[in-house]
């Protein structure tokens, strides 16, 4: 039986091999009660962590059902959002987006059902597209029943911050509003709600990516995002799964099938809470790495970078062999509870 006062995530992972517990679902109150230290490790206790598992996901057997939840972290990977585009009486290009925060339960891993906020009912939310000195407009619904905003990483005025008292403000359920700028400057930036308790806001699921493409364009490329971050599911401020585009292990069967010798761009943004960093690491190769994507000239060259929560960036590799390759945090303890991936190179 496994002791319940002052278990911790690190304590819980040398429980692993504790046998027999059945999916949980997660509620808000459950939050750092003792009944939701026995959910966590009934939840890790059934399938060992990978322990012995090459695999190294042997903890969450099964699959998640993406229909259920409404989203795919596969179709995430590749879905550019490029709105609905029309022109201003200057002949310049407006794009168009309709945003809405909903609350729903998502299951995070087989078995593990987590209670999010999200917008437009997916995790991470849609990833908006445009193009440099386009404008953007953006309407946002709140039908959660929680007050939110939108905050969009970029250059734009200040009543369009997405902050509490500034602007549009806080938006309050069953209310709407606008935000409306130019798309700049180009690179791969962020969109996150802006209410307190900021940290719940974002742990809760609300946040995606938002990518501007310089004027010229950038090589054609088989083009993907990934926003890594976790999921607090007994809320006492320590993630117990960590993913990127919502789902632990999400990536590992089926892995992403990519083609040797071709460009592989990846824009990668950090929204982990509750973690002072996450990172990528790529087996087998190295890659460029942009900071931000706001320059056209690489700033590293290596095969691990480190982001702090908010910081993004843009990596680009071609892989010379075929095969299967993993990719993953350089934080162990991050790739065990479901951090990690393969490329399958064809």
């Not at 229909?67 to 972290?73: A, K, T, Y």
């Not at 386009?134 to 005025?157: C, D, K, M, V, Y």
């Not at 902050?163 to 806080?170: C, D, F, L, N, R």
Request: with cysteine; charged share 25%; glycine share 12%.
């Amino acid at each position: 039986m496994l002791p319940v006062a002052g278990l911790t995530r690190r304590k819980l992972l040398a429980w692993l091999p504790a046998a027999g517990a059945a999916g949980v679902v997660v509620t808000e109150a459950l939050a750092g009660s003792d009944t939701g230290r026995v959910a966590r490790a009934a939840r890790h206790s059934a399938g060992g962590h990978g322990r012995g598992d090459a695999a190294g996901h042997a903890a969450f057997r099964g699959k998640v059902d993406a229909d259920r939840n409404g989203f795919d972290p596969h179709r995430v990977l590749r879905d550019f959002d490029w709105g609905k585009t029309t022109r201003l009486p200057s002949g310049r290009v407006l794009r168009q987006w309709e945003l809405v925060a909903t609350d729903r339960d998502v299951e995070v891993a087989p078995g593990v059902t987590f209670p999010a906020w999200t917008y437009n009912g997916r995790i991470p939310g849609p990833t908006i597209r445009a193009r440099e000195g386009e404008r953007l407009r953006i309407r946002f619904a709140n039908g959660s029943r929680h007050p939110h905003t939108i905050h969009f990483h970029g250059i734009h005025a200040a009543a369009m911050d997405g902050v509490p008292g500034v602007g549009a403000g806080q938006i309050e359920p069953g209310q709407s509003t606008t935000y409306e700028f130019d798309a700049e400057p180009f690179g791969m930036h962020l969109y996150h709600c802006h209410v307190r308790p900021l940290a719940e806001h974002i742990a809760k699921g609300l946040y995606g990516a938002f990518i501007v493409d310089p004027k010229d364009g950038r090589e054609d490329a088989d083009e993907m995002v990934m926003v890594m971050h976790g999921f607090d599911t007994n809320f006492d401020r320590e993630n117990e799964i960590y993913a990127v585009n919502g789902i632990g292990f999400a990536y590992m069967d089926p892995p992403i099938r990519v083609k040797r010798g071709e460009l592989v761009r990846l824009y990668l943004g950090n929204m982990t809470e509750f973690d002072p960093v996450n990172s990528y690491h790529l087996h087998g190769n190295f890659f460029d790495y942009y900071p931000t994507g706001t320059s056209l000239r690489p700033a590293e060259y290596t095969d691990t970078i480190m982001q702090c929560q908010g910081q993004r960036g843009i990596l680009e590799w071609r892989f010379p062999d075929t095969g299967r390759f993993m990719f993953h945090a350089h934080q162990s303890e991050f790739t065990e509870l479901g951090w990690q991936g393969f490329f399958e190179v064809v």
